[in-house]
Every structure is written in structure tokens, then in C-alpha cells.
């Protein structure tokens, strides 16, 4: 990672993992009062991390909270939900939390666990799901370098919201997975063509165990190493499906393939109005 400068208001954490050789890894401003946009920008692009989180308390008690990657704002980034979440409950204490995205009001809530992390668990925005059109299809499998025969005919190419908008594409083995090889400005073009914020990969080991990854090219990033917002939009493609009987609970596996492992827990309720919940863990970077 690149050489970062010391700012006391700016915390690094790793989410979805209890070791902080794995997980992604988020910046987190719990106080951001003051920061304009420009600021946000390029505080996220000096840290480097996928996604950097700004803070700014409500009189209401709620959590206004903006997400930046290096190059660009999203609306919405679900691991560094869970490492704002984890942060603020180790100098506040655990509860829930209202935090206003710009996707919407996500409620979090922490609780320790007997060994004393804190374990934070948010409930996406309603989930929705579309079609992806046959000429984006094919324009995103050319640019992974993946021909139509590797994918899973089970679960088929949905666009998958939870607060962001990301293509699900199931792998019809783990060793396609595990090959990701792709034309990185070509799927930056196409991703930004279609807003979409992520690309999630996934292959399913058992019906409710999947292994994923996260191309994320107009972040500036190759590969996110957890992705909570997408694992949420899988379960709502899951439950919109009906791949998974209902209520189910996933477990998604992130980031092994470029050594940062991260596990997602993703709760899928019965209820199509009902929010996807994604739970972790995140710890402090050392240093």
C-alpha cells in the first residue's frame, strides 16, 4: 500500500476480518464536520483504500455518511459500513445506528462477541433486481475473457441492487473463478455505462456457501477483497430467484484468491420488503 501521512481523525480498518492480513481495508472519518467534497475526494485518493467513509453527525442522532473510492463517490459500500460500525461502537459503545447513505436510511447494529470483538450487522435498503441486456452481456464477458460456456446455467446474469447497482455472473466452476484476467479499461467503460458499481463474480460451492470476487475498475481498483453492498444484492438476487430456501443464511467467501481472505455473512428474510442483512467483524490496521 502506498505511504500514507498520519491524520488523527482518519482511522484504517479491516472489515469482514478478525486478522488484518485479511479483509478489505477501509478509512473511516467518524467526525468529518468541515469536510467539503473536495476534501472527502482527496483524503480517499491520498489513503488508497477502495472506499473511505466520512462521518458527519445529525442533530436527529442519526449518521449522515458518505463513501469515497480513490477516482469516485458511491452511494453506498457495505464493508466500510461494517468498519465505520465497529469503529464507533469501540469508543462509543455498541447499539444501533441510523445511518443516512445516499441510497437511503441503512440501519446497523454491534454487539460483542464472548471474546470481546465487535461484530457489526447492517440491513441493506430494499433490494431490486434486472435484466442484464445481451449486448452488455456479451461486452462484459469479452472483457473478463470469459466465454458464455463457463458460466453456471443455474443462476443466470442478473443486474442485483442493495443500495448499488452490481452484475451478478456465476462461474460454472472454481477455476474459472479463480482466473480473472480482464481488459480493466474496457470494463471500467461498460461499468460506467450501465452505473454499475462493482462486477460480482461468484461461484456456488453449496447452496448456501459461495465464493466471489469483485472487479472494481472505476474505483481504481482491480479487485475489491470484500464486498459487502454486493453480497447484499446477492441475496436479494437469491431470494428473487428463489435459489435459496427462505429465510437463508449465506456465507460468502472473498478475497482468497488474491490473499486477503474475508467472510460475509448475509441474511436473506422471506419478505421481499425486507432488507438483506450483511454481518462481520473489522479490526484496526497496525501503525
Known amino acids: 500500500m502506498q505511504e500514507q501521512k498520519t491524520d488523527p481523525a482518519l482511522l484504517r480498518y479491516v472489515a469482514f476480518s478478525a486478522d488484518p492480513a485479511g479483509g478489505n481495508p477501509a478509512g473511516v472519518v467518524l467526525d468529518a464536520t468541515g469536510f467539503d467534497e473536495p476534501a472527502m ?16 453527525p445529525q442533530d436527529d442522532g442519526t449518521l449522515r455518511i458518505r463513501y469515497f473510492s480513490p477516482r469516485t463517490e458511491v452511494p453506498f459500500c457495505g464493508h466500510a459500513t461494517i468498519a465505520t460500525a465497529v469503529a464507533y461502537a469501540e469508543r462509543h459503545g455498541v447499539g444501533e445506528l441510523r445511518l443516512r447513505t445516499k441510497a437511503g436510511l441503512v440501519h446497523v447494529s454491534t454487539d460483542r462477541t464472548p471474546d470481546g470483538r465487535v461484530v457489526a450487522t447492517l440491513e441493506s435498503v430494499p433490494t431490486r433486481m434486472a435484466p442484464v441486456p445481451e449486448d452488455a452481456l456479451a461486452a462484459l464477458l469479452d472483457a473478463l475473457r470469459w466465454p458464455a460456456a463457463d458460466l453456471d446455467p443455474a443462476l443466470p446474469p442478473r443486474a442485483a441492487y442493495a443500495g448499488a447497482w452490481h452484475p451478478v455472473i456465476a462461474a460454472g466452476t472454481r477455476e474459472r473463478l479463480a482466473a480473472l484476467d480482464y481488459d480493466m479499461p474496457a470494463l471500467a467503460a461498460l461499468m460506467a455505462r450501465h452505473d454499475w458499481a462493482t462486477v460480482d463474480l461468484v461461484w456456488r460451492e453449496t447452496p448456501v456457501v459461495f465464493h466471489a470476487r469483485n472487479p472494481f475498475p472505476p474505483g481504481g481498483v482491480v479487485e475489491d477483497p470484500a464486498t459487502g453492498a454486493a453480497a447484499a444484492a446477492l441475496g436479494g438476487y437469491l431470494r428473487e430467484l428463489r435459489l435459496v430456501p427462505l429465510p437463508a443464511r449465506v456465507t460468502v467467501h472473498q478475497g482468497y484468491d488474491m490473499g486477503r481472505p474475508s467472510t460475509i455473512e448475509v441474511g436473506i428474510p422471506a419478505q421481499r420488503a425486507g432488507g ?3 454481518t462481520g467483524t473489522a479490526v484496526p490496521l497496525p501503525g
Do not use: D, K
Not at 475526494?41 to 458527519?56: D, I, L, N, R
Open 41 to 56: 475526494a482527496a483524503t480517499a485518493a491520498e489513503v488508497g483504500f477502495s472506499e473511505t467513509a466520512f462521518v458527519v
Open 276 to 278: 438483506v442483512t450483511v
